[in-house]
Nanobody, 116 residues
Framework: QVQLVESGGGLVQAGGSPRLSCAASGSIFSINTMAWYRQGPGKQRESVAAITSGGSTNYADSVKGRFTISRDNAKNTVYLQMNSLKPEDTAVYYC??????????WGQGTQVTVSS
């Protein structure tokens, strides 16, 4: 089993720059992809950013240039640096770990609320 614990959310003013963290523990296969998703009020969950164990990244168009995903493989932790936050970034942010052949796991989510 794999456990994912997110932290770093909260109430932020527009233009703020919080950083989310997601620490993975348990039976983690070294080759995996870690990603951030979000679900805003009344919206479907959407992909925000992802990073492979080799460091390749991809981003949703809505966050390109503002958000940066990174990871520390030694700590099994993924980060999401969010800059220039907008009210439309308000959402519950979820961490996801995917390992080919081993399935995927979700964290419990952390709320980010951006005030204008």
């Amino acid at each position: 089993q794999v456990q994912l614990v997110e932290s770093g959310g909260g109430l932020v003013q527009a233009g703020g720059s919080p950083r989310l963290s997601c620490a993975a523990s348990g039976s983690i296969f070294s080759i995996n992809t870690m990603a951030w998703y979000r679900q805003g009020p009344g919206k479907q969950r959407e992909s925000v950013a992802a990073i492979t164990s080799g460091g390749s990244t991809n981003y949703a168009d809505s966050v390109k240039g503002r958000f940066t995903i990174s990871r520390d493989n030694a700590k099994n932790t993924v980060y999401l640096q969010m800059n220039s936050l907008k009210p439309e970034d308000t959402a519950v942010y979820y961490c996801k770990l995917t390992s080919a052949g081993y399935g995927f796991y979700w964290g419990q989510g952390t709320q980010v609320t951006v005030s204008s």
